[in-house]
Every structure is written in structure tokens, then in C-alpha cells.
T-cell receptor, first 109, second 113 residues
Framework: SQQGEEDPQALSIQEGENATMNCSYK?????LQWYRQNSGRGLVHLILIRSNEREKHSGRLRVTLDTSKKSSSLLITASRAADTASYFCARGSNYKLTFGKGTLLTVNP | GAGVSQSPSNKVTEKGKDVELRCDPISGHTALYWYRQSLGQGLEFLIYFQGNSAPDKSGLPSDRFSAERTGGSVSTLTIQRTQQEDSAVYLCASSFGGEETQYFGPGTRLLVL
């Protein structure tokens, strides 16, 4: 079954705005990874956050993890048209990644 | 350095034929994974190789699917007697270890007619 469900399924914003995507999961994790995918092909790794971490930053990206609520969020600040893509969270447990269905982000110029 | 590479990029085959998909992981990565992405099922784990350990084949959907990893590097995913429901993008990933960042290749898009 799918775990690591993203919310919303689709998000449309204007360039310059911030985008927030959320991810929930059901069972324990070792880590949670966020990926971006353009045009249905290769996945680009964005951030890995471990279960004992609460927040990580990478450039315009900020990821939070709340293990008590079994949820994570990805914030993209000052969005650009090039950020348009599908974003997936993946629950890492026993080396396997279990993906959610993704959030389709559209950034309008 | 070079990322994960996969070949072919696209494969069209007829129902009932066998196909082989190849993955070259990042040099030095001991772990290699295969996933499948289809419209109906999203991204699914298929199989995991770690060093010389026995692979975890728990995600393979049927006995028509098999994979091997030769010399701890290149991996081949074989689908025998392909069916239309096998149509999907097959993604390979590699990592330094089992709980580390997984780096994905561009995928092979398989279409079974």
C-alpha cells in the first residue's frame, strides 16, 4: 500500500510565491526523502531528513519532520517557473523507499 | 562524476516477448535498487541488492521478473513473457548504503503492445 501521502495533489502558484507541500505516513521511518520529477522521468533527490532530525535546509528548500504526527513538509521559497515539477516524499525504512503519489506543482511566470 | 545510467531509454515490445533492462550504478555505490512507476500504481519498489548479500526480491510482482547484479556493479532486470500491464517506467537507483540517499537514473520507458 502507498505510504507517504502528499497533500495537496496539485498546487498552482505565481512565480515568487512560496509553495508548501505536506507528507504523511503511517509506520516508523529511518529517514524521509524528498524528490522532484520532471516530465515523468528521472527522480532528482532534494533532501534527506533522518528520524532524529526536525528541520533541514538546502538553498530555497526547507524540510521539517514531526515524527509524533508522522508528517513532513517541504517549503520552496521564492518559487521560479523552473520549479514546476512533481514532488514526492519517500519513506525510508529498512533501505526501501515507499513513495507517495506526489504533488504536481505549477509555478506560473 | 557520472550518475546512474540506464539503457535503453525506451523499449517497445510485443506481448509475450522477453526484455532486458540495464542499470549502471554510480561507481562506489554498494546498494542498487529497481523501482517501477506506472499510472495506476505510482512508484513501487521491486528489488534491492547490497554488496554480496542475497537480494531482497520482495517487490517483484511475479516470477516473470528477475534481476541480477554482476560483479557488484551493473544490474540487469529481465521480464519474461511480457504482458501489457508491465508497461511502465523502470527506474534504477544506487546509494552508498542501505539507509542513505538514493540516486536515480533516467529510467527505461517500457511499452508492451
Amino acid at each position: 500500500s502507498q505510504q507517504g501521502e502528499e497533500d495537496p495533489q496539485a498546487l498552482s502558484i505565481q512565480e515568487g510565491e512560496n509553495a508548501t507541500m505536506n507528507c504523511s505516513y503511517k509506520t516508523s521511518i529511518n529517514n524521509l526523502q524528498w524528490y522532484r520529477q520532471n516530465s515523468g522521468r528521472g527522480l532528482v533527490h532534494l533532501i534527506l531528513i533522518r528520524s532524529n532530525e526536525r528541520e533541514k535546509h538546502s538553498g530555497r528548500l526547507r524540510v521539517t519532520l514531526d515524527t509524533s504526527k508522522k508528517s513532513s513538509s517541504l517549503l520552496i521559497t521564492a518559487s521560479r517557473a523552473a520549479d514546476t515539477a512533481s514532488y514526492f516524499c519517500a519513506r525510508g525504512s529498512n533501505y526501501k523507499l515507499t513513495f507517495g503519489k506526489g504533488t504536481l506543482l505549477t509555478v506560473n511566470p | 562524476g557520472a550518475g546512474v545510467s540506464q539503457s535503453p531509454s525506451n523499449k517497445v515490445t510485443e506481448k509475450g516477448k522477453d526484455v532486458e533492462l540495464r542499470c549502471d550504478p554510480i561507481s562506489g555505490h554498494t546498494a542498487l535498487y529497481w523501482y517501477r512507476q506506472s499510472l495506476g500504481q505510482g512508484l513501487e519498489f521491486l528489488i534491492y541488492f547490497q554488496g554480496n548479500s542475497a537480494p531482497d526480491k520482495s517487490g517483484l510482482p511475479s516470477d516473470r521478473f528477475s534481476a541480477e547484479r554482476t560483479g557488484g556493479s551493473v544490474s540487469t532486470l529481465t521480464i519474461q513473457r511480457t504482458q501489457q500491464e508491465d508497461s511502465a517506467v523502470y527506474l534504477c537507483a544506487s546509494s552508498f548504503g542501505g539507509e542513505e540517499t538514493q540516486y536515480f537514473g533516467p529510467g527505461t520507458r517500457l511499452l508492451v503492445l
